[in-house]
């Protein structure tokens, strides 16, 4: 047996124990979930959740959100297009840590008809599973209203998807950030199917859940995450609200803003401006 194929074993073997483990701690997961108790990954010494290594960086400081303004979003996709570049996401139609929603009124019709970049007439219209854009689907139809809605995790107050990990994988930051940890995700998707915005996937490569991040290796250095900082219309808005005057804290400040399904009572993290009722 060759190197590649022992190490391939070994990870095999590592996941089929794991996976065992998730099962057996799933309902005590679920019931512990209730209380918001699933204890994430701790070190033994402390018994806290491990932090990430950032020199330099103190996450007790900072506690990020997104905003997001329709009015402005053109649905140019180049969000998509920079966040699948700058976190290794798979190259196709089918897996995005960030999308982009049409929504259009036609006419005649109380409801609108929505379509993203997955559309099987979108992606026709690109002519590649690995190129974005909204196909002109509507231009003989007569459009009382349409608007893009842009879309990702929503790094919750109060997360689904930390409580049903029953690993502890999933864990949310005290700056607010939810990450994975893949070192500990064993691809059970509990998270996947707990999420009402369905912002996670699976990543058949890795074997993992995977999740917009905001671009968690980014912010801690002081960037902006990709998708923002390629926006050419500025319909993307991140920063810390701890920051008065940070962009986030005067957009939700100065505007009418609204999360995405309230009712759930994940207290979501991204705001919107310029979107109806019919989006969530």
Known sequence: MDERAELDKHEQERRDFLSRLGSALACGAAAAATAGSVAPRASAASGEPDKPAIPGYDWTKHRYAFGVDATKCIGC???VEACKKENNVALDAHH???????????????KPRIDSQQDPVNIEASGSEREYR???????????KAFFVPKLCNHCTHPACVQVCPTGATYKTEDGVVLIDHTYCIGCQYCVQA??????????????TDKCTWCYHRITKGMQPACVEVCPVGARIFGDLNDKQSRISQFVQNNRVYVLRPETGN???VFYVGTDKDVN
Request: with cysteine; aromatic share 20%; charged share 35%.
């Open 134 to 144: 909204f196909a002109n689907r509507y231009q003989d139809a007569v459009v009382e």
């Open 195 to 208: 999420c009402p915005y369905g912002a996670r996937f699976f990543d058949e490569r890795r074997n993992v």
């Open 267 to 269: 207290a979501p993290n």
């Open 96 to 110: 995005f840590r960030t999308w982009v929603e049409r929504y259009v009124y036609l006419e005649g019709e109380e």
């Open 77 to 79: 996709l180049r969000c």
